[in-house]
């Protein structure tokens, strides 16, 4: 019986017997004066002096039957009330059990704020006994805790409320009922307090989880930026190393090139002391050995979680700390240019998040990398500019501000827009644009403004969409920057083909929401799993007295709101209103209110109503997510205890004799039995 079933049956007896010793009481005085006018009526007979002996005779007769129909009722009655006496101690003996016995604290106070109930299992979480407290007064048991003192005040007005306070290291979430007097005023209060330590820290994790990716995408959006922003190859190289180390925290950060000639991984640059020490020693990994030389080889992230159950793994004196590492291959078009190497100091912490967070960047540092490559062979080589732009892999030259037509373009550029070099001098990036850029923004207005920065001495960096001879649109990436002196009415343009990278972003975001999708439907058969140990109904209802189990209901708003995964508002055919249960965007069920005509819902709390429901839907996703995790940890308990005993065995009887009673005792059957077997000419086991 729950221990609001408890108190309904408590409240019932007590309302019976107070009605039985009324009832009582009423027969009781109508019997005396029954009695009283019988010996009146005797008294009169007796002074008129009746002479009909009869008559005498009929009212003694009548008195007597009287007198003893009233001891027999009055005996039914004594024994009616012994019964239900009897029903109430053992209805509060059955609501002790459960107080006692269920992890919460209920208590009382009266009027002046003394406890006069203080039970409950969870009391010794905050190291009291059932009873300490009764007779003394909460506003001295709380002194050295405000936020209490405040919730018991408010409570002795008379106010009905819930709330959530920390105690220490407890987190603890109490109701408040006031208790009032026949005059309908406070009398005190009664209290219910539950420990939601456990279910605080969850949230508080899952909470921390959200804020430090949130982090990690910022971080990573500054470090690109800042690389970006690198003059210089070697700087861009020394820039990925620190921040990337620094900005993620992790123990090392290094970067490797690929050397033909070695048909190795050479270490280029390395964070600190030992990424000094490595480098002065030429430092330098095999192809296909070890996790930075398998990644090279591959061209695939490998993540070594834990590199001590790695049998491939090398050690690095320099760096003896080393737990886990994680090596994503620098690429551009499919060319491994590089690996950008991390390690941890702690088992298990580099995880799936590092390597989708570092191949995100490995993608701008290959851009970046080899955007510094050709500007710093354009800045050493000046004299052998031709030679320079010829072989670039990024569409190179000249543009006229004044005339507004392309000089001294390269083969890249006859490539990427499909013309030869004659026919391009002819044309600038206003014939070879799109008249509308994807933001929608006139490609002529946008290309002036960048052009304009550029004359200015800035050095612009932006993606454009530029139109072949074909009349296909080709997504690119564009720098640009103005000469000085007499030339300064030219400004060079570097112009990348990034089609490949926006497909690698496409498919990225598509892995993203593939994951998304993954999540919804683990998260729909864990609920379905969940459902089918029977541990919940099918539905529940509530019907203003009690939340009753119910059958599946069918309402045309539960399909509506499971299907369209949002709020259905009360119409004039249907008075309820339905908002989906949804984790995660998985829609685990819906819940209903039925609104009242007299007084609709409004629009706030129809959003109210969705807020609630919000919070209630992961409220229940993560009381199932631990249950699930307590389940897993007993079945590993269990699993770890089977096991102990049976290695401390010494020989095979004593083994086979443990594994037989640790598996009885552990699934709780009757017998167990183990039989080896011997047969067969081969002498296997059979």
Known sequence: MSDTESRQKI????????????????????????????????????????????????????????????????????????????????????LHTV??????????????????LSEGKGLAALGLQPGQVVGQSAFDVYQDEPPLISEVKRALAGEAFSSTVEMGTLALETWYTPLRDQYGEPAGTIGVSMNITERKRLEDQIRESLVRRGAQVQTSTQVAQEIAAAPELEELFRRVVTLIKERFDYYHAQIFRYDPAQDAVVLVTGYGEAGRKMLAAGHKLAMGRGVVGTAAATGKSILATNVAQDPDWRPNPNLPDTKGELAVPNKLRNEVLGILDVQSDRAGALTAEDQLLLEGLCGQIAIASESRRVEDALHEREEDLGAMLEYSPEAIGLLNTQTGLFENVNRASELLYGLNREELTK???????????PDGRPSLDAAMEQIGAALRGETPVFEWVHRNAAGQPVQCEVRLSGLTGARKHLVRFSVTDITQRKQAEAKMQETLQELERLNRAATREGWRAFLQTGQLAPAYRYDRTAVQPAQELQMPQIEQAIQQNTLVPPSEENSAAVAPLSVRGAVIGALGVYDDPQHPLSPDELELLREIIEQGALALENARLYQDAQRRAAREQMINTVTAQVRSAA?????????????????GVARATIELNVSGDDGNLR
């Open 11 to 94: 409240a019932q007896l007590q309302s019976q017997v107070t009605s039985l010793e009324q009832l009582l009481e009423v027969h009781e005085r109508t019997a005396v004066e029954q009695s009283e006018r019988l010996e009146q009526a005797m008294a009169e007979l007796g002074q008129a002096k009746l002479q009909s002996e009869f008559q005498v005779a009929a009212l003694e007769q009548l008195l007597e039957v009287h007198e003893r129909t009233t001891i027999e009722q009055a005996e039914q009655l004594e024994q009616t009330m012994a019964a239900l006496q009897i029903a109430k101690l053992q209805s509060e003996e059955r």
């Open 99 to 116: 107080i006692t016995n269920v992890p919460v604290v209920i208590f009382a106070l009266d009027r002046h704020g003394i406890f006069t």
């Open 427 to 437: 044309v600038g990036p206003a014939q070879m644009s799109p008249e509308f850029q």
């Open 651 to 667: 020989t095979v009887n004593a083994i086979l004799q443990h594994t037989v009673e640790e598996l009885g005792r552990s699934f």
